[in-house]
């Protein structure tokens, strides 16, 4: 220990190898993490991942040899006190969103108009993206609406019209309370409105066309989700929308390949740096192991007494390091574009004992230098 404490130098070096791969693999994990955390919260914006949809079963007409269109035959709805049992499915800890909808055609004036009915709460996290001039709907029965572009603009209404919508004899005087900028899907040529008021224009009280639902993918399978979707609701199809989900893991596998390889080559540099510093210096008390070893130390004793210095190298290394890479990439995280990362106090006994590891593993080639060493040659050129 003397003798370690004697070579300050040599060991604020060392132990600065070992600082800087730890903060690095400790920077690089905490950052990906980050990344990946921010990833995930960049596809939930990607919409649903899995459709519910009433089991129909489409059958084809035929004229002769001429194919006239085909017809489906099934229930078209889906009962709404049905939704609560998808809560019940093993994975239901994994269900972000379920939020239901109800399609219709109404009429206002001479014009047909597709009406989509949502469950407020629910449709405003899934799309959070949709960007509202004006407010979003916030009364589960008023008679108030969203507006597609697509239908605004041809029907000349802005924020805060109010205009007729019919359906079967039931009439409704509704108010536009937003417009929602053209997103190049569906909701650009539709009237949303709460889910409730839809079921009374529509006459379908208690009555739903599909729910789109939002699993957290990138710890559950979605596929499975499905398929125990369908086990609690039977009648119903549940189709996992896997091209969003696939992207979403490749994404996330990329990431963590990426954060494993540069951490290997970190590990790798940071070994090659001690075991160098640690052969220095062994080169540097030639004269003193020799002498060691002339007057009864054992091969075992040397071993062990650079093993220690290792070790020691690797700990403090190891330690510190976990506080300058926790701190870089807090620094550098949000110049990346990422979330601000927590500290990740898992990887302190992590990075403690994978810098002991490299301390140990670097320890190996001095050792084996120190043993090489020729007790009575030192002692000849003393």
């Known amino acids: 220990m003397k003798d370690i404490f004697r070579r300050k130098n040599k ?67 889906i009962e709404q006190t049905d939704i609560p049992r998808i809560y019940g499915i093993e994975n239901n800890a994994n269900l972000a969103v379920v939020a239901p909808r109800l399609y219709g055609v109404a009429e206002t004036g001479n014009d047909n108009i597709i009406v989509m009915g949502v469950d407020i709460g629910q449709e405003k996290i899934l799309r959070s993206w949709w960007n509202v001039e004006g407010e979003w709907l916030s009364n589960p029965e008023g008679m108030e609406v969203l507006l597609g572009k697509d239908i605004a603009i041809p029907l000349g209404l802005e924020v805060g019209s109010t205009f007729p919508l019919e359906k079967n004899d039931i009439f409704m005087e509704l108010e536009v309370k937003g417009i929602i900028e053209s997103t190049g899907g569906e909701e650009d040529g539709y009237i949303i409105m709460p889910l409730l008021t839809s079921q009374k224009l529509l006459d379908r009280e208690g009555k739903i066309s599909s729910i789109e639902i939002r699993a957290l993918c990138n710890d559950c399978p979605v596929s499975e989700m499905s398929r125990q979707i369908e086990g609690v609701l039977p009648g119903i199809e549940a189709r996992a929308m896997s091209q969003i989900v696939q992207s979403e893991m490749a994404m996330i596998d990329h990431t963590r390949n990426s954060a494993m390889a540069v951490s290997f080559i970190t590990l790798l540099v940071s070994t090659l740096t001690v075991a160098s510093t640690m052969l220095a210096s062994v080169n540097e008390k030639i004269k003193e192991i020799g002498i060691m070893r002339a007057i009864g130390a054992s091969d075992r004793q040397v071993i062990t007494m650079l093993f220690i210095e290792g070790a020691l190298i690797g700990m403090i290394g190891g330690s510190i390091g976990f506080f300058a890479g926790s701190l870089t990439s807090y620094s550098i995280s949000p110049l990346l574009g990422f ?38 040659e030192v002692l000849r050129s003393v």
Do not use: C, H
């Open 11 to 77: 060991l604020a070096i060392a132990v600065l190898g070992v600082i800087v791969a730890a903060s690095a693999i400790v920077a690089v994990v905490t950052t990906f993490s980050a990344a990946t955390d921010s990833l995930y919260e960049e596809s939930t914006n990607f919409g649903a991942n899995i459709i519910v949809r009433p089991q129909t079963d489409s059958i084809p007409l035929i004229a002769g040899s001429t194919s006239i269109g085909s017809i489906s035959t099934g229930e078209n709805y």
């Open 339 to 376: 979330a601000e990362p927590s500290p990740m106090w898992e990887l302190l006994p992590l990075a403690s004992g994978i810098s002991i590891m490299v301390g140990l593993v670097a320890s190996i080639l001095p050792a084996r230098r120190a043993l090489k060493i020729d007790p009575a």
